[in-house]
């Protein structure tokens, strides 16, 4: 086989292969993801107006995080309740919009009608209530989008007849591998649009700038639109299968029994309410009662309740299938909880290597461009790799990665950009940092995502999903966790300034920032390794 027949082979399994796996009615649910990510449309935005408005230190930056991760662990409860309104499930998403859109709404009045909203709470107060209202309306929404990525995957073709398993196989995997696809492709739209928005951003005065920004905010409005249109779509899409099957020859009843998910009726569990109803009640007696260590009780507590649960769901599987599933949750639950610097080396990068809010967004327009890119490359690796080599291949990757922003903070810039006439400057770094690594960060959660979506129970599927889900989403509060105790070891602050006096109330040092980066890459590949090593040597070895 010549060169150029092996290059043309591997094109077509790789690109090709994944367009003719795609299916119409991938679409509804690819249209939610593709909302979540577009949610990052004020990412950037809300990072300058905390730095530029509000006065709030790293360690509470990432303690809000962890807030704003919980409501991810509410995917119990909801995804049995997908189960079991099944047919109904549409309606979750207008109430996740209406979330979303709130969020969203606040942060514009709060940049056009200050005054009148200071006069109600303060600033710092609407910040942070809009910052917790969008996660729970994307929560709900993406207990949906789980639900309806299963359904999405036919089980019979135009004329009625049972589609064959190893294509069914083929499909899931594709089907989850679209789904992270359309989540990026969201980040890209989101980064395309903030460049456009951004340009010049840094010769505008103070008002100019804030207009810009709520502006920003008044295009995330859109957000919400997307995702009810996906469901929509769905229904529309639902209609006319439902009139197909009919015309072939089928009666209403057996074109009702093809078109909806086989097997019996969603028993409804108590356990997974009960279990929702507690991590409620925990988060709100702890949060509200300014208890000492608060978000270390509601962790652990939650995580009480999600193993728990987590035991309702492999009773109902074979015991070799709920050992491998609960091994490989474990190993991605510590790949995920690892730390991360914090917002210290974003206030770094502006201060002191002057990457302004369009280079920010062009950063992450080469991380979405570059990850949907390599999630394509990457493909037949997942499908071919255990989840445990990925795992591994990831964390040691990442590893490495993170090497070019400890030489960033201590000055490696200068010295290639002597060598090299100022082309290797710090932009340069980052820009080549961030291409190499942009690929890797969706990759580990996919094929745990087909496994769920072949392996589940037919009337347990949105329910799986939800439950490793809250799981494995425990893990990001455990990040949030860890990145804030790195936070308050090691402290970092940014310029303060009175914005009546000019004066600076707090000055910025980071001195510490270099120990902060040395040791979050230690954890962050000791960790996932270490428990690799443990799981794959006990009664949990992951196989799949």
Wanted: glycine share 8%; with cysteine.
């Amino acid at each position: 086989m010549t060169l150029t027949q092996r290059l043309t082979r591997w094109v077509d399994v790789v690109v090709f292969d994944l367009g003719r796996q795609m299916r119409w009615t991938f679409l509804p649910p690819l249209m939610i993801y593709f909302a979540a990510g577009f949610s990052g449309l004020t990412m950037i935005v809300g990072t300058f107006f905390v730095k530029e408005y509000l006065d709030l230190s790293a360690a509470y930056l990432a303690g809000l995080a962890f807030w704003a991760g919980l409501p991810w662990a509410l995917k119990m409860p909801l995804g049995h309740l997908v189960d079991i309104i099944w047919r109904w499930k549409w309606l979750l998403v207008y109430f996740g919009a209406g979330l979303i859109g709130l969020s969203v709404f606040i942060m514009y009045l709060l940049l056009t009608q200050t005054e009148a909203m200071t006069a109600i709470m303060p600033k710092g107060a609407w910040y942070v209530t809009s910052y917790l209202l969008a996660p729970c309306g994307l929560v709900i929404q993406d207990a949906v989008a789980d639900a309806m990525s299963v359904e999405a995957v036919p089980r019979i073709d135009a004329d009625g007849r049972k589609i064959d398993d190893e294509v069914a196989r083929a499909l899931h995997t594709t089907m989850q591998t679209l789904g992270r696809f359309a989540l990026i492709a969201g980040t890209l739209a989101v980064a395309a649009l903030n460049i456009y928005m951004f340009a010049g951003i840094e010769a505008l005065d103070a008002e100019a700038k804030r207009s810009t920004y709520a502006l920003i905010y008044l295009s995330a409005l859109s957000i919400p639109l997307v995702s009810v249109s996906g469901v929509l779509l769905a229904a529309w899409q639902k209609h006319r299968l439902h009139r197909g099957l009919i015309t072939h020859g089928l009666s209403e009843a057996e074109a009702d029994t093809l078109f909806e998910r086989p097997g019996e009726e969603t028993r409804p569990n108590p356990w997974y309410f009960i279990g929702g109803a507690g991590f409620v009640a925990l988060s709100l007696t702890i949060g509200l009662g300014d208890i000492p260590y608060g978000q270390e009780i509601i962790f652990a507590g939650s995580m009480v309740i999600v193993l728990l649960l987590m035991r309702q769901l492999v009773l109902v599987l074979p015991t070799a299938q709920a050992r491998t599933l609960v091994g490989t949750a474990v190993i991605i639950f510590m790949f995920r909880a690892t730390p991360r610097p914090g917002d210290g080396y974003t206030w770094f990068s502006i201060d002191l290597l002057a990457f302004d809010q369009q280079f920010l967004a062009v950063l992450s327009l080469i991380t979405s461009l570059l990850t949907l890119v390599g999630m394509v490359i990457l493909r037949p690796l997942m499908a071919h790799r255990s989840i445990v080599y990925i795992v591994v291949l990831l964390t040691l990757a990442g590893g490495v990665l993170s090497l070019p922003n400890i030489g960033l903070y201590y000055g490696v810039q200068e010295i290639t950009a002597a060598f090299t006439g100022g082309i290797v400057d710090a932009r340069f770094i980052a820009i080549l940092d961030t291409a190499i690594e942009s690929p890797l960060g969706q990759v580990a959660m996919i094929p745990m995502l087909a496994w769920i979506a072949r392996n589940a129970p037919d009337n347990l599927k949105a329910t799986f999903f939800a439950v490793m889900a809250s799981f494995t989403n425990l893990a990001l509060s455990a990040s949030s966790l860890l990145t804030k105790y790195l936070n308050q070891i090691f402290i970092i602050t940014r310029e303060v300034r009175d914005p009546s006096s000019g004066q600076i109330t707090t000055p910025a040092d980071y001195s510490e920032l270099g120990m902060l980066l040395i040791t979050v890459v230690l954890v962050t590949v000791g960790l996932p390794l270490v428990t690799v090593f443990i799981i794959q040597r006990s009664a949990l070895r992951s196989r799949d």
